[in-house]
């Protein structure tokens, strides 16, 4: 079924339901791979989508254009969900021709070797495609999560076709941030901690530069597309909050545990907590909740407390993973505490410091416990949570 968002626009993306896990982001309610026709004198597509999505995106083409062709499928950024199926459009449409800018093509040429490259376009940053009434406008915005990243704005209409930025990973049957019945923000918040949280200044350019336009349509390459000026508003404000303090009134602690000590630890820990009835506590088990949800939290937590029992002199294994992706969030000036349990030897509780201290977090207590708890280790971690929420 086709999707159209105004005159001459159509969205012929794809619903992905089943996907669980999109590179590393928990994708709880699927995700989507938003595609864009756009009708004119000349007919362009702006993004293909995954491959295993391709023919039915055709299907979907298809039964707008009749026996029209496509002019130009228009790459904004080459990773496979957006670039999967530019083999089965180029052989289904047989005049289109790819556009894109120059690291796009230097992307693409590795992606697809064999593509043929006398039907590529490739265009220099700020330069424009004519499609008759409307003109796009392609502007490289570098690691505004891939060096490729591009956005295409068409200032006649005003809509904004920014790839990743603004996205969300989640699966919706209706297209407009308008139309949902629930708060996506915590997907919003995941997808830019894991995607968008490394490059601050990169970031804020691109936002300064979408800001300047003042479109009238934000029409990203996952989620939702934002059409009402509050709604544009708003994707522009939690953005802005994300990258320069996206701090809120509340304290995360996140464990691992083998034989429950490292867990009654974070439990005392978060009861502790929330004795300050105004603080927000949120307890993570990595045994069973995802890292990229942890990430989010941890970004936009005031402090936080991170726990993991010893295992030969380190770490169990199942908080590496978080640990190396911390690096990503910029945790400069947040304040933690850190927790463990150990039997015959020690060593998780200064694992995790060394860590976590480089990345400018100050670690204002460590709590080590041998075997079991005491009463003074107990006391002290309701303590100790206590503080956390005072901070």
């Not at 040429?109 to 590529?120: A, C, E, H, I, M």
């Not at 004795?275 to 045994?287: A, G």
């Not at 947040?334 to 976590?356: H, L, N, P, T």
Request: proline residues 5%; charged residues 25%.
């Amino acid at each position: 079924m086709n999707c159209k968002l105004a005159d001459s626009l159509y969205d012929v993306g794809a619903l992905d339901w089943e996907i669980r896990d999109f590179h590393g982001v928990y994708t709880p309610q699927g995700s989507k791979y938003n595609s864009f026709l756009l009708l004119d004198e000349k007919i362009a597509i702006i993004d293909s989508v995954k491959e295993c999505f391709g023919k039915e995106t055709i299907c979907k083409i298809k039964e707008i254009i009749k026996e029209r062709d496509v002019d130009y499928l228009v790459s904004l950024h080459t990773e496979p969900d957006h670039a999967g199926s530019i083999t089965e459009y180029f052989k289904e449409f047989k005049n289109i021709k790819l556009v894109c800018l120059e690291k796009n093509y230097e992307f693409i040429k590795n992606f697809l070797p064999d593509l043929d490259g006398s039907r590529v376009l490739v265009l220099k940053s700020g330069e424009s495609l004519s499609l008759g009434e409307k003109t796009l406008v392609l502007k490289s915005l570098p690691m505004t999560h891939w060096p490729d990243t591009t956005s295409a704005y068409i200032p006649e209409k005003g809509w904004l076709f920014t790839s990743d930025f603004f996205g969300s990973l989640i699966s919706i049957s209706r297209p407009f941030y308008d139309q949902l019945q629930s708060d996506i923000y915590p997907f919003i918040r995941d997808y830019f901690a894991f995607l968008m949280r490394p490059f601050e200044s990169l970031t804020k350019k691109a936002l300064d530069y979408y800001k300047s336009l003042n479109p009238t349509m934000i029409l990203p390459a996952h989620g939702p597309f934002y059409r009402r000026p509050e709604d544009i508003k708003y994707i522009f404000d939690v953005t802005e909050k994300l990258i320069n303090d996206p701090t809120e009134n509340k304290v995360i602690v996140v464990y691992t545990t083998m034989w429950h000590t490292t867990e009654k630890m974070a439990k005392l820990i978060s009861e502790g907590a929330g004795c300050k009835n105004d603080c927000e506590v949120k307890v993570f088990d990595l045994r069973e909740d995802p890292v990229s949800v942890i990430m989010g939290e941890i970004m936009t937590c005031k402090a936080f407390a991170i726990g993991s029992p010893t295992v030969y002199n380190g770490v169990f294994p199942n908080i590496l993973p978080l640990l190396r992706l911390m690096r990503l969030l910029r945790l400069k000036g947040k304040r933690a505490v850190i927790f463990g349990s150990f039997g015959w030897s020690g060593g998780a509780v200064k694992e995790i410091e060394d860590a976590i201290k480089p990345l400018g977090v100050e670690v204002i207590e460590k709590i080590e416990t041998r075997f079991s708890l005491k009463p003074e280790e107990i006391k002290k971690c309701l303590e100790v949570g206590k503080m956390l929420a005072e901070l």
